[in-house]
Nanobody, 117 residues
């Protein structure tokens, strides 16, 4: 199992940047695919970005070119650098780890990102 704790959310003006962090503990971090998801009020949770155990990445169309996901296996951390933030990026952002052996998903508690002037 792995436990996840997100941080770095907050209030930012349109056009601004934030860097979300997700700290993991418990298991062999390098054996997990990692992803960031978000859920806006009244909407379903959606995938934002994913990074594989081999560090291949993919992004939702809405954030491609603005957001960057990265991982540091030695520190057991996954990051989401968010640039050019827009009000529609406002949501609770969740970190997720998927075991490559069991396919089980583990979620953090979420961190709020609000983009507003």
């Amino acid at each position: 199992q792995v436990q996840l704790v997100e941080s770095g959310g907050g209030l930012v003006q349109p056009g601004g940047s934030l860097r979300l962090s997700c700290a993991a503990s418990g298991s062999v971090f390098s054996r997990y695919g990692l992803s960031w998801h978000r859920q806006a009020p009244g909407k379903q949770r959606e995938l934002v970005a994913r990074i594989t155990t081999g560090s291949s990445t993919n992004y939702a169309d809405s954030v491609r070119g603005r957001f960057t996901i990265s991982r540091d296996n030695a520190k057991k951390m996954v990051y989401l650098q968010m640039n050019s933030l827009q009000p529609e990026d406002t949501a609770v952002y969740y970190c997720c780890a998927r075991s490559i052996s069991t396919r089980d998903d583990y979620w953090g508690q979420g961190t709020q990102v609000t983009v507003s002037s």
